[in-house]
Every structure is written in C-alpha cells, then in structure tokens.
C-alpha cells in the first residue's frame, strides 16, 4: 500500500474520526491535513468547538504524519500532546495540519496548527506539539 | 445557583460531551469527576478509545474543577492542556477525575487523572496537566 | 552498584546541579528528591529563582527517579518535560520531588513537584509532567 | 525606553542567564534570540548541555519575545512552558529563538526552537510551546 493508502485505511476505523465528521484533506511525506466541521454535536457550552474537537484532529493529523516516516507496518500511538488554545474556534470549519518536526527511530516528534475558517478566511485557533511511538 | 447547579447547567450545554456519553459523576469544591463509556463511535484505528475522548472528558472534568473556584456568573476556557498517554483506553468506560492545584486569582491550574474501567478494575491511562481562566 | 549510588554516580556528572547548588536529598525506587538553594546567580530579573532553576532541579529529579526503576546500566534522557509555575520561587531554597507515574519498557512517564521553603513553611511553586526513556 | 533597551535592561537583572553565559543576540517585535556556549559547568551527565540550559534560554527568548508585544512598564512571567528535547545538545554554543504566537490581553502564547551550533552547521536540538503573562 501506499503511505496514502495506509492511513486513510487507519484513518478509516477511527471512529471518532466519523462522529466528528473529520476528513482527510492531503496526505505527504510529514505532513497530514484534516479538516472537520463545526458541527452541533461538537460544541462546549458557549456553542463554540469544543477543545476536544480541536485537539482530535490536531492529534490525529500530527499522528498520521508521523505515520507517514515510520517503516511500513507499524501503527502510530501518541506518547503526549499538549495543546494551546488561543481562540474559540468558531466559524464553518477547522483545518488541522500536522507536520514531523523530528523523527527518530523510537519516537517522532510532531506539531500541529489548526485553523478556523469563516467565509474565506482562516484564524489560528490552536497550535499542538507532542511525542508519538510506533506500535 | 449551588455551584453543582451552574456545573450541570453548563455542562448540559457541552453538546460534545453528550456526543461522548459522558455525563457528571460529582462535583465538589475544587474537584469535578466525569465518566463516559468507550463508545464504538469514540475508537481509535486499533480499537481503543481515542486520544481526543480521554482529553476531552479530562479536560472538562479539570475545567469544571476550575469552575468551582471561580466567581459566579464565570465561564472558564482552557488555555492550555497537556495529556500523557499510558496505556490503551480499553475497558466499559472511562473515569476523569479532575483537580484544582492551585486557584489564583488571574489563572487557575488544574489537573486530571483518567482511568479506564473493566469490571471492578481501575488503570490509570492518561494524565493531564493544565491552565484555565475566567471568561 | 545500589540504585543510590548509580544516581548520586550520575547526578556528580551533571555539573548544571553543581552550578544550581543543588543537591541529591533522598532516594527510593520511583522517588528522588533534590533539592537546591536559591542563589543570587540563579535569579530571574525580579529576584525570584529563575524559572530555569524549578525546572533543572524539577526535571533532574524526575529522570532520577525514572532512573531507578531502569536496568542496571541505563542512562536516562529527558524526551519533553512540561512545567506550570504557580508562584514566584522565592525563599531559602527549593525542594524537587520527582516520582514515576508509570513505568513501561520504552517510555518512563514521570512527574515532579518544586516547593520553595521559607523559615519551616513550605509553597507549592512548579509542577512537572513528563517522558524519559533509557539511552 | 526603546523595547530593545528594555529587553537589554531586564535581562542584564537575571542573573542565571549570566551563569549560563547567555546573551541577547538581537531583539525584534515579537522575536528575541539568545545564545549560550555549552560550558562546562551547564552539563548533564553525559557531557551534553544539560536540559535546563536548552529550558532556561528558550524560556526567556520566548518571554522577551512576549515582552515585546506588551504595554510598557510591564514586565513579563512565564505561567507554563513545554519542551520537547529532540537531540543532545552538543556544539559550540546554543541559539534560542524565541516568537510570539498570539498576543492577547490576558496572555500571550510564545514558542521558541533551540539550535545548537557546531563549526558553521546548526541542528535543531529542541522545541518550546508556552504561555506569557504581563506582572
């Protein structure tokens, strides 16, 4: 299989993906987009995405693309993730791209952004750094 | 409003939270614990829960935590969060116990333990480690 | 050679604890405390320590205790450590007490509390999230 | 005061920077980049720099990159800061460079990437995400 077929294959049974509504936007060589919408059953309590939301995708996208450099096989797990939060995501829908910063052989250091998009324009709602194993 | 009263109030509002099945365990003066069952729809590609259920429910139950200490009429909003990931997330549902460390006046850090549960046995899988203020 | 004498081996080659003035107050398999005095070369610019000394001592102190429950002839390498700094390190000195939150075999997920001692009363002023793994 | 002159004046008032052999090698709005030799009293154990000398410089170039963005007379404390270590820090010197993420009212959101240099080549030795207050 292809790096693009192995993880929209993995992509496919994260189930959480689907109640989220995410989606795959591209696939590279360290680098993974997802995008999901805002949608109702997603919110906190001021109706804006939920933190969850935001770190789900970021997390996921971070971890595929990690997948991406790792030897063909393995699966990917997240060691940690941490998360700032620097405005509600609010808008149509949230972009998360992730990206290896640092690949090693025992882990893979990676990061993500994600941005809210209203209309046309995008704001940077969240921004993730963290650890993922092969497993 | 009793402090459990504008909890539950708010938490309702959390449509994320009911997409999750989580629901309130207890509320007490700086320490708010959450459950949900590892729904087949919160899975991650290798069958346990997802990364974003065990933050999101941690990250709720340190945010209600928060919650506790702050003025009334308060939201709270996360500005960070960090999650450590120790074991699969598998079991009949998770247990988030979340804390108040240390309430100032500008910023609150909480933190969170989240357990999974399978019969009567308890493992610790996630920790969480973060910054709430009053919005 | 016994865990106490592996890591005091260890720590008397770390030459940023003998900058610090720090030094290694107790050992217990999952748990070592150092410990450090404020000193006028480890300040930051409004006299209190450094943020820089709450974390060498606080992360020190958890590898450390990652250490010891390593194999024989490991060494220990911090891969991310977070820290939350409640208050301003201000007093005598400050007191690191690292410990294992769990033990795997490729990762150590260790956390660490920094108190700063004034006269006999003690503030919690930092607290400490993080991975190591053997090298 | 210029932001250059304030930045220079309250960094000449942290003495730990001093012990490290830090220094400010040049100031922007909202990106601060400090220098530090490798000494050999900023080591751990297996003669790298230690990781508190990686914390501590980019701890405060993402601060003065912080500082940069806020009102005058303020001065700036770090509520929480995150370090993903990516490889030993061995070379001549590391460089800090630190940069606003987001300045909001209440907090700004900085990072910082540590280089360490060796002969003219550069490796990326380390990542910091965190969280600035104004005091």
Chains 1, 2, 3, 4 share one sequence.
Do not use: C, W
């Not at 995405?49 to 971070?62: R, T, V």
């Amino acid at each position: 299989m292809s790096i693009d077929e192995r993880i929209r294959d993995s992509f496919s049974k994260q189930t959480m993906m689907q109640t989220l509504g995410a989606t795959i936007d591209s696939v590279a060589s360290g680098q993974v987009v997802i995008t999901a919408p805002i949608l109702p059953t997603s919110l906190q309590q001021q109706g804006a995405g939920h933190a969850g939301l935001a770190f789900s995708i970021g997390d996921s996208a971070a971890g595929y693309s990690a997948l991406t450099v790792m030897p063909e096989g393995a699966e990917v797990m997240t060691v940690e993730m941490k998360i700032n939060l620097m405005s509600p995501a609010i808008g149509d829908r949230l972009i998360a791209e992730g990206r290896v910063v640092r690949a090693g052989r025992r882990i893979v250091v990676v990061a993500a952004d994600v941005f809210a998009e209203m209309g046309g324009a995008r704001k940077h709602v969240a921004m993730l750094q963290g650890t993922m194993i092969p497993v």
